[in-house]
T-cell receptor, first 112, second 114 residues
Framework: AQSVTQLGSHVSVSEGALVLLRCNYS??????LFWYVQYPNQGLQLLLK??????LVKGINGFEAEFKKSETSFHLTKPSAHMSDAAEYFC??????????FGPGTRLSVLP | NAGVTQTPKFRILKIGQSMTLQCAQDMNHNYMYWYRQDPGMGLKLIYY???????DKGEVPNGYNVSRSTTEDFPLRLELAAPSQTSVYFC?????????????FGNGTRLTVT
């Protein structure tokens, strides 16, 4: 069975600082991986997805994630945080695209 | 293009009442899903459907029912509401045109059972 862990339920960074949100997965075979962002009172929006074409994936709003098979990780980064990045971020996995398993989420706060 | 539309946005139910959460998508996606979101727990799959007339249970189906009579609509029925069903409910759809097709989410229904 697949599972997803996200280290840190709440992460605070200063505006302009590096954002690092961690995601580790457990799966019998390499899964497809996704990052979603949820702004208050909204649904989840796709930030980026791993396609196996490249281990470094670029997404919207300057975010990127690197797939590391040896570490079973798919951490999300952004070089410089903006106030508008404050939201909740979810990592998700699927094996064959039918059922998705989500991590518990990490709430990102950006301090002025 | 509306995407995935959920109604209502908010609802308060008394214990034992019933209601139907509506979900409609206009993208002609075959796959549709219902998730519930509780604080610190991520999203848990309640039911899903791979096409009209076909539904299956997810991780937390107890207390819920679904139907899928058309490609567009996937309503979620709560019978005999309980406080444990207080949650935010999200409907999602997926074209499944490839294995890594992402989910498309609605804006959610916030349900409180008192």
């Amino acid at each position: 069975a697949q599972s997803v862990t996200q280290l840190g339920s709440h992460v605070s960074v200063s505006e302009g600082a590096l954002v690092l949100l961690r995601c580790n997965y457990s799966s019998s075979v390499p899964p497809y991986l996704f990052w979603y962002v949820q702004y208050p009172n909204q649904g989840l929006q796709l930030l980026l997805k791993y396609t196996s074409a490249a281990t470094l994936v670029k997404g919207i709003n300057g975010f990127e994630a690197e797939f590391k098979k040896s570490e079973t990780s798919f951490h999300l980064t952004k070089p410089s945080a903006h106030m508008s990045d404050a939201a909740e971020y979810f990592c998700a996995v699927t094996l064959y695209g039918q059922n998705f398993v989500f991590g518990p989420g990490t709430r990102l706060s950006v301090l002025p | 293009n509306a995407g995935v539309t959920q109604t209502p946005k908010f609802r308060i139910l008394k214990i034992g009442q019933s209601m139907t959460l509506q979900c409609a998508q206009d993208m002609n996606h075959n796959y549709m899903y219902w998730y519930r979101q509780d604080p610190g727990m991520g999203l848990k799959l309640i039911y899903y459907s791979v096409g009209a007339g076909i539904t299956d249970k997810g991780e937390v189906p107890n207390g819920y029912n679904v139907s899928r009579s058309t490609t567009e609509d996937f309503p979620l029925r709560l019978e005999l509401a309980a406080p444990s069903q207080t949650s935010v409910y999200f409907c999602a759809s997926n074209p499944r045109d490839r294995e890594n097709s992402p989910l498309h989410f609605g804006n959610g229904t916030r349900l409180t059972v008192t």
